[in-house]
């Protein structure tokens, strides 16, 4: 691979990451804005109870972009609600404002600030400020903005603009020792436009990031990834699925193999992301058309092909010690994929094959890789709760065969047929619903490390 190559495929992965991750963020505050609220439409979080020996309680410093050119809009950025329970024979007062204000009140005056708080009284962080002034009642100072004061249980609402604010609370008299359960609350109509912002730069980035890893890893001339024409060295079905049992095989190194490959996982996964992009744009292409671009073609093989080898290596198979080339070529190694081309593909089959066609080979293939072992199991103290675990067929083969080959230090060439074979059906069908191919894949278990021959024709009839 050359220099520039290597560089789009390093910064394609950290991009993918980037973007995927700002997706994430998106997605997961859509899911707290539906599910988190309170039925008034606030966030609320846990009471908490707070104490101090000295004067006053403050938070620490809001901060919401008070100089010229900060991002956040103008207006009303959140509303608050700051719930405050006392001793009935206390009288609390509970004040917002502005953050210099707040200060210059308390300077020389000791106080604790709350860095963070939690409902279990004894993780809540406090910051000792100390001083030897005695402050003035807080309820005599004209420079909050909103504040509220009384025995028992007391509430303060404030609709929070752009400034840096500072929440206060104190004993009324502005007396030492102060003891109160709180619990706070926000409401803000910018979440959603936030997330969704977050989710169209996400994709942005995840798109630019597969452009670029495609880039990277797209080959040209004499080693560009090229898949058979039609018929060509394939057996009884246009996709040609082989691996070649490596004859002394380590007994242990199949227990770190998953970490060994972590390399090939990361781009692998964003060979996929590129791999889904370019199967849609081939759908249009195949509708429109009738033919699937040729450079797509080979580029979506190189994916399979990549795919395979590496799980061949690990576990899918763990059929070779021989580490996995880093290329999309079909080249020399135990593990080898290619699907014939073909040069004309139904445009009315591409509308249904992927989703309708292909559903009972879903549910088959699901059997092997995800769906075959399902255990029920009560948590313990809990009275609905289930733990549900589960198993393919083929990851359950690897295992035993991984097991058998410790002990033994040989892994049953028996066992290696049949896994063969139901990988072969996996890929069969995958290269059938990402619209490679219009034959139908067989429901037919070819085991064995290398595809069946093609059935030869029967012999011309006498006369």
């Known amino acids: 691979m050359r220099t520039g190559k290597i560089a789009s495929l390093i910064v394609g992965i950290l991009v993918g990451l980037v973007g995927l991750a700002i997706v ?11 599910t988190q609220r309170t039925a008034d439409g606030f966030f609320e979080t846990s009471r908490a109870t707070l104490f101090t020996e000295s004067y006053a309680l403050t938070s620490d410093e809001i901060d919401l972009g008070s100089q010229p050119g900060d991002w956040f809009p103008s207006g009303r950025l959140a509303e ?3 719930e405050v329970e006392s001793d009935p ?5 509970i004040g917002i404002g502005p953050e210099t204000e707040v200060d210059d009140y308390l300077d020389g005056v ?7 708080f939690r409902s279990d009284p004894d993780d809540v962080t406090y910051r000792d400020v100390p001083g030897e002034d005695t402050p003035t009642p807080p309820g005599d100072q004209g ?7 009384g025995a028992g249980t007391q509430v303060l609402t404030f609709d929070l603009e752009q400034g840096r604010w500072a929440v206060v609370v104190m004993n009324a008299d ?11 609350a926000a409401k803000t109509d910018l979440l959603v436009p936030i997330a969704t912002a977050l989710i169209v730069g996400g994709l942005i980035l995840t798109v630019i990031a597969a452009v670029l890893i495609v880039v990277g890893v ?11 024409p039609a018929g060509e060295g394939f057996g009884q079905y246009p996709v040609r699925l082989e691996g070649r049992l490596d004859p002394e095989l380590s007994r242990w190194l199949w227990l770190i193999k998953w970490a060994l490959a972590l390399p090939h996982y990361l781009i692998v996964g964003f060979l996929w992301i590129g791999f889904a992009l370019l199967t849609v744009v081939a759908w249009f292409a195949i509708l429109f058309t009738g033919r699937y671009p040729r450079a797509i073609f080979d580029f979506n093989v190189g994916v399979m092909r990549w795919t395979w080898r590496v799980t061949y290596y690990s576990y899918s198979a763990l059929g070779t010690d021989q580490y996995p080339p880093f290329t999309l070529a079909d080249v020399d190694y135990p593990a080898r994929f290619d699907v014939a081309y073909p040069e004309r593909l139904s445009r009315g089959l591409v509308l249904v094959k992927w989703w309708l066609l292909a559903i009972p080979h879903y549910l088959i293939i699901g059997l092997f890789t995800s769906g075959l072992v399902w255990s029920n199991t009560e948590l313990e103290g809990t009275g609905d709760g289930v733990l549900q675990i589960g198993g393919g067929l083929i990851g359950i083969l690897v295992l035993i065969a991984a097991v058998v080959l410790t002990f033994t230090g040989r892994y049953p060439q028996g066992l290696f047929d049949l896994i063969m074979g139901l990988n072969r ?38 006369g």
Request: hydrophobic share 45%; aromatic share 10%.
């Open 24 to 34: 994430f963020g998106g997605i997961v505050l859509l899911w707290a804005n539906q």
């Open 80 to 82: 608050i609600r700051l």
């Open 89 to 93: 024979d206390t009288s609390v007062f």
């Open 110 to 116: 000791a106080h604790s600030e709350v860095v963070r």
């Open 143 to 149: 420079f909050w903005a909103a504040s509220v004061e």
């Open 174 to 184: 502005a007396s030492s020792s102060v003891a109160v359960n709180a619990s706070a």
């Open 218 to 228: 797209a080959g040209g001339g004499e080693h560009a990834p090229m898949a058979s």
């Open 425 to 462: 059906w996996v890929y069969r069908v995958l290269a059938y619903a990402t619209l490679m191919r219009d034959e139908y894949p067989p429901f037919r278990l070819d085991t064995g490390g290398s595809d069946p021959e093609p059935t030869p024709p029967p012999p011309p009839s006498a």
